[in-house]
């Protein structure tokens, strides 16, 4: 394999519930990452009660959760985390921000730089980030070299491409941080050609959508 592959295992969604006033439906978007230097990375797994199913999705791509090397949660919301102890032979399990192995907790984004990155694969490729605003320890998976150019695993930063026209999707879906949250959108989507979002499938990230996150980063600037 020549270049890293992004697979997303399930689209995520995130709707009001018909028969419950004031409730969500809720599940987040589950993707694979195939890294071409063998490692195998599974980001945000779903509710807790989507175990068979979550293991139905890995089964159609030919894997099984011990060929998981590492687990990402964007953050640590239970649609997020739900399926992790499906991956007890992962060398690092990371939410949001902390990273841990068992009851081994690393020093990885121990500085607090906003800018510091890891890398989960040993060419550089894969790496991932800090894009507070969602949560304050939010991170996303920046995927370089892919057929689909560089693709950001970016969880509820993006809660689905409707939310770049229409800001109050995600400022409603919950944010401890909105102008930190616009300005890590803007970063992403300069970075990345397209764009795995929380609730929603990928999409293309355009100019026009480009231009659009700016002028929402500028305006909360001159706020």
Known sequence: MSQNQVIVLQSGYSHADEEEPGAMRANCSCTLIRCRDGTNIIVDTLTAWDGE???????EVGLQP??????VCTHGHSDHIGCNYLFQQ?????????????????????GGDKDEKYSLDKHG???VQRTPGHTLSCVSVIVHNTALGTVGVCGDLFERQDDVADASIWQNAGSEDGKQQCTERLRMAQLCAHIV???GPMFAVTDELRSKLEADALNL???
């Open 125 to 127: 490729e894969v790496v």
């Open 197 to 199: 979002p929380g609730h």
């Open 66 to 71: 011990q060929d998981i090397n590492v687990v």
């Open 221 to 223: 600037i001159l706020k």
């Open 53 to 59: 199913h979550l293991l139905r999705l890995l089964s």
């Open 90 to 110: 992962a060398r690092l399990h990371l939410v949001g921000a902390c990273a841990s192995h068992k009851d081994l907790y690393f020093d990885h984004f121990g």
